[in-house]
């Protein structure tokens, strides 16, 4: 008996995982799959028992019984079978890029309740927080940002200054595709993309509750209702609201959060459902911009709870997301969807904050700023997917049309006075002063209309082709907002992202892949002449292999890529003060992922990135030096869990996890500030009460590591991670 509940089922399964699950057969029941297992799940890291565990499973009687449904096969808690973030839903073997999947399951066992506390436990990705809270952050993979995050596949720009603190109450789970996803969201960085799948409004009556207390004066409570509204049950609800106050590890901060999210689903007819559904959330806490070095460089030794601020710094953050969905699902197993997406996010602090080196008695100068911004989002996107029967052979196509815009208020903070402070001596008492704001300086509006599409071909049996583009016209435009004259505008014309790759099934349960994509990024860098420098372009190609073993109970995969980025913006060499386009960098590695269950009530997900970045074209002082050097070269994550079987133990179940990052780096003009390498373990206990009703207790840095989660500076921007952290949860489910 798991000692969680399983997450609140959903009451239509998509066609092609719609099917009764066949009894699990051996896995190695040739040389060659014998052969593609043990390799792929070598590169993953698992252990010579386990492999052979797996290669050669035990006999059918010796299973757990698995009941069948007319739903989605059974899967492990820590994995699923298939993934929507390519606008149809697949299996991740039959996906030719690297993805992982974080459950809500395994949201749960960690009591992770932001979606960057999430992302940082995820193969490859790297989140670089700019506050003590971490409400702004920006996140990468393979050593380059991910521009923008999916909302059920609807993408939102994103940014430095930009508030991601989403909490994780909302969704079903976060599915993460690393690399190039410029057919799925044109415009943008080639790191990747971050789809938020929400939870979706049910047919049968769900309540979920949970409440927790924690280290820090945690206090958190949310609960989830959904059902059916009419006695037909097609109207459905959902509700879910978040009530969170935390301090922190750090003096005088605090980080309180209130969340509230609804979904309405009508059916019109069994085919047609319209979805709409409205989050707010408010975020009130204190920044934290981060402590200063020496002017060497060298990281200062401070207690954890050390802060260069004042106890009146303030952070307040609303973040507004109202979505439409309209969905026909036709009679072949195609799909119609449209999908209309507003989100609005503003964000004001005031902060006093750390401004130079510190001295080696501690002295350093306190700058005071007040800062206020605003972002617009707004999304249509209308596509249609249909298999295609051409002879014997059934395939796919994907025709999709959007338009995207969003505007960014920004030039709205202003400076007060500075004064001497000490790292050692802290006064967080200070008066803070009274700072007018001058008001909106400038509106930043990027557009983008776009037709995209893809063909899925099954060429044989074994092989599967896949062929795509994106046709996007974007521009982007810097305005005055005290009179709306554009200052600077770039409308480089038509841009054709292509998408090909190659899945050749080596057998039922393994694939190897190859697959190519482009992206283009707009800059606002300016050239000489003052006009917006060209787009940066980009390219990818991935080669690697995916598992699916035990019903879609378990996957694995291993990838290795290299991405060239160009025309990147670098300094002028006659104008210093100008930029051009000409840079270029190039990223490349390996990445290897297992998730899934491994064994009866045992489940894991374990991955590991080994990333190089170089600049390839620059000016001499960078040339050949790491393009991302916040982007650690090796990292490993690993989380597990056990549900205890023996008799007296059943309804317990134990877990755990680590991170390790090997040493990363930042580069502050000619001073490089160097953290060392470090990590972190968890632990998790759990007990089913009853049926309806669990306990847990979970632990993060267990041993309690003092180390530097982000360095960036010599004046500010280098925070401690946080030291052990305990949280005790009630779930119920009913």
């Given at each position: 008996?798991?000692?969680?509940?399983?997450?609140?089922?959903?009451?239509?399964?998509?066609a092609?995982?719609?099917?009764?699950p066949?009894?699990m057969?051996?896995?190695?029941?040739?040389?060659?799959?014998?052969?593609a297992?043990?390799?792929?799940?070598?590169a993953?890291?698992?252990?010579?028992?386990?492999?052979?565990?797996?290669?050669?499973?035990?006999?059918?009687?010796?299973?757990p019984?698995?009941?069948?449904?007319?739903s989605?096969?059974?899967?492990?808690?820590?994995t699923?079978p298939?993934?929507?973030i390519?606008?149809?839903?697949?299996?991740?073997?039959?996906?030719p890029?690297?993805?992982?999947?974080i459950t809500?399951?395994?949201?749960?066992?960690?009591?992770?309740?932001?979606?960057?506390?999430?992302?940082?436990?995820?193969t490859?990705v790297t989140?670089?927080?700019f506050?003590?809270?971490g409400?702004?952050?920006?996140?990468?993979?393979r050593?380059?940002?991910i521009?923008?995050?999916?909302?059920?596949?609807?993408?939102?720009?994103?940014?430095?200054n930009y508030?991601?603190a989403?909490?994780?109450?909302?969704y079903?789970?976060?599915?993460?595709?690393?690399?190039?996803?410029?057919?799925?969201?044109?415009?943008?960085?080639?790191?990747?993309?971050?789809?938020?799948?929400?939870?979706?409004?049910l047919?049968?009556?769900?309540?979920?509750?949970?409440?927790s207390?924690?280290?820090f004066g945690?206090?958190?409570?949310?609960?989830?209702?959904?059902?059916?509204?009419?006695?037909?049950?097609?109207?459905?609800?959902r509700?879910?609201?978040?009530?969170e106050?935390?301090n922190s590890?750090v003096?005088?901060?605090f980080?309180?959060?209130?969340t509230a999210y609804?979904?309405?689903?009508?059916?019109?007819?069994?085919?047609?459902?319209?979805?709409v559904?409205?989050?707010?959330?408010?975020?009130?806490a204190?920044?934290?911009?981060?402590?200063?070095?020496?002017?060497?460089?060298?990281?200062l030794?401070?207690p954890?709870?050390?802060f260069?601020?004042?106890r009146?710094?303030?952070q307040?953050?609303?973040?507004?997301?109202?979505?439409?969905?309209?969905?026909?699902r036709?009679?072949?197993g195609?799909?119609?969807?449209?999908?209309?997406?507003?989100?609005?996010?503003?964000s004001?602090?005031?902060?006093?904050?750390?401004?130079s080196?510190?001295?080696a008695n501690g002295?350093?100068?306190?700058?005071?700023?007040?800062?206020?911004?605003k972002n617009t989002?707004?999304?249509?996107?209308?596509?249609?997917?249909?298999?295609?029967?051409?002879?014997d052979?059934?395939?796919?196509?994907?025709?999709?049309i959007?338009?995207?815009?969003?505007?960014?208020?920004?030039?709205?903070?202003?400076?007060?006075?500075s004064?001497?402070?000490?790292?050692?001596?802290?006064?967080?008492?200070l008066?803070?002063?009274?700072?007018?704001?001058?008001?909106?300086?400038?509106?930043?509006?990027?557009?983008?209309d776009?037709?995209?599409?893809?063909?899925?071909?099954?060429?044989?049996?074994?092989?599967q082709?896949?062929?795509?583009?994106?046709?996007?016209?974007?521009?982007i435009?810097?305005?005055?907002?005290?009179?709306?004259?554009?200052?600077?505008?770039?409308?480089?014309?038509?841009q054709?992202?292509?998408?090909?790759?190659?899945?050749?099934?080596?057998?039922?349960?393994?694939?190897?892949y190859?697959?190519?994509?482009?992206t283009?990024v707009?800059q606002?860098?300016l050239?000489?002449?003052?006009?917006?420098?060209p787009?940066?372009t980009?390219s990818?190609?991935?080669?690697g292999?995916?598992?699916?073993?035990?019903?879609?109970?378990l996957n694995?995969?291993?990838?290795?890529?290299?991405?060239?980025?160009k025309?990147?913006?670098i300094?002028?060499?006659?104008?210093?003060?100008?930029?051009?386009?000409?840079?270029e960098?190039?990223?490349?590695g390996l990445?290897?992922?297992?998730?899934g269950?491994?064994?009866?009530?045992?489940?894991?997900?374990?991955?590991?990135?080994?990333?190089?970045?170089r600049?390839?074209?620059?000016?001499?002082?960078?040339?050949?030096?790491?393009?991302?050097?916040?982007?650690p070269?090796?990292?490993v994550?690993?989380?597990?869990?056990?549900?205890?079987?023996?008799?007296?133990?059943?309804?317990w179940?134990?877990?755990?996890?680590?991170?390790?990052?090997?040493?990363f780096?930042?580069?502050?003009?000619?001073?490089?500030?160097?953290?060392?390498?470090?990590?972190?373990?968890?632990?998790?206990?759990?007990?089913?009460?009853?049926?309806?009703?669990?306990?847990?207790l979970?632990?993060?840095?267990?041993m309690?590591?003092?180390?530097?989660?982000?360095?960036?500076?010599v004046?500010r921007?280098?925070?401690?991670?946080?030291?052990?952290?305990?949280?005790l949860?009630?779930?119920?489910?009913y």
């Open positions: 008996m798991s000692a969680h509940f399983p997450a609140f089922k959903q009451s239509r399964a998509p092609h995982v719609r099917q009764a066949s009894a057969n051996s896995i190695a029941n040739s040389s060659l799959q014998s052969v297992l043990a390799a792929l799940l070598l993953c890291g698992v252990s010579t028992p386990l492999l052979a565990q797996l290669s050669n499973p035990a006999p059918a009687d010796a299973l019984e698995i009941r069948v449904t007319d989605a096969p059974p899967s492990s808690p820590y699923v298939a993934v929507s390519g606008k149809t839903e697949q299996s991740l073997k039959n996906t890029q690297s993805i992982s999947v809500r399951q395994r949201l749960d066992d960690q009591n992770i309740t932001k979606v960057e506390d999430a992302l940082k436990q995820t490859g989140v670089e927080r506050d003590g809270a409400n702004y952050n920006t996140i990468k993979s050593g380059f940002d521009g923008a995050i999916q909302l059920d596949g609807v993408p939102i720009s994103q940014g430095a508030s991601t989403l909490d994780t109450a909302v079903e789970r976060i599915e993460v595709l690393r690399g190039p996803a410029g057919l799925l969201q044109g415009a943008g960085e080639p790191g990747g993309a971050i789809n938020l799948v929400r939870k979706r409004a047919g049968t009556l769900g309540l979920g509750a949970n409440a207390v924690g280290s945690l206090r958190r409570a949310d609960v989830d209702v959904t059902g059916a509204l009419n006695a037909a049950g097609t109207l459905r609800g509700v879910v609201a978040v009530k106050d935390r590890h003096d005088t901060l980080n309180n959060r209130e609804g979904t309405l689903e009508f059916d019109f007819t069994p085919s047609t459902t319209l979805s559904g409205y989050t707010r959330q408010k975020v009130r204190a920044v934290d911009q981060g402590l200063p070095s020496l002017a060497n460089g060298q990281l030794d401070l954890v709870s050390s260069a601020g004042l009146a710094n303030r307040d953050l609303d973040t507004e997301d109202a979505f439409a969905e309209l969905e026909h036709l009679d072949n195609g799909m119609v969807k449209f999908s209309a997406r507003d989100v609005t996010r503003s004001f602090y005031r902060s006093g904050r750390a401004n080196a510190a001295a002295n350093y100068t306190m700058q005071t700023v007040d800062f206020l911004q989002d707004r999304n249509y996107d209308l596509f249609f997917t249909s298999p295609v029967k051409i002879g052979s059934t395939h796919r196509v994907l025709l999709g959007s338009r995207n815009t969003g505007d960014n208020y920004g030039g709205n903070f202003a400076n007060g006075p004064f001497a402070a000490n790292v050692y001596r802290p006064n967080y008492d008066a803070y002063p009274v700072i007018a704001l001058p008001g909106y300086t400038s509106v930043t509006t990027r557009s983008e776009a037709l995209y599409g893809q063909f899925q071909f099954n060429a044989t049996g074994r092989l082709l896949l062929a795509g583009g994106r046709a996007s016209w974007a521009d435009e810097v305005k005055r907002a005290s009179d709306g004259v554009a200052t600077s505008t770039s409308r480089p014309g038509r054709f992202t292509p998408s090909v790759a190659a899945i050749y099934a080596l057998d039922a349960n393994i694939s190897a190859t697959s190519y994509a482009e283009f707009l606002t860098a050239n000489a002449a003052g006009g917006l420098l787009p940066r980009g990818q190609i991935e080669l292999l995916k598992g699916e073993f035990f019903n879609k109970r694995a995969h291993a990838a290795i890529f290299r991405i060239l980025d025309n990147r913006a300094t002028d060499p006659v104008v210093p003060t100008a930029s051009i386009a000409g840079g960098v190039r990223s490349q990445e290897t992922e297992i998730s269950q491994i064994a009866p009530g045992w489940d894991l997900t374990a991955g590991y990135a080994f990333t190089q970045t600049y390839l074209q620059a000016p001499a002082a960078q040339l050949g030096t790491v393009f991302s050097p916040v982007t070269r090796h990292s994550n690993l989380s597990t869990r056990y549900a205890l079987r023996s008799p007296g133990l059943t309804g179940s134990v877990g755990g996890g680590m991170s390790w990052r090997s040493e780096s930042a580069q502050s003009g000619a001073i490089k500030l160097v953290s060392g390498d470090y990590a972190l373990f968890n632990a998790q206990v759990a007990y089913q009460v009853s049926d309806k009703v669990s306990v847990s979970s632990a993060e840095n267990l309690d590591e003092k180390y530097y989660e982000k360095v960036s500076g004046t921007q280098n925070f401690y991670g946080e030291p052990r952290r305990v949280v949860a009630l779930k119920a489910r």
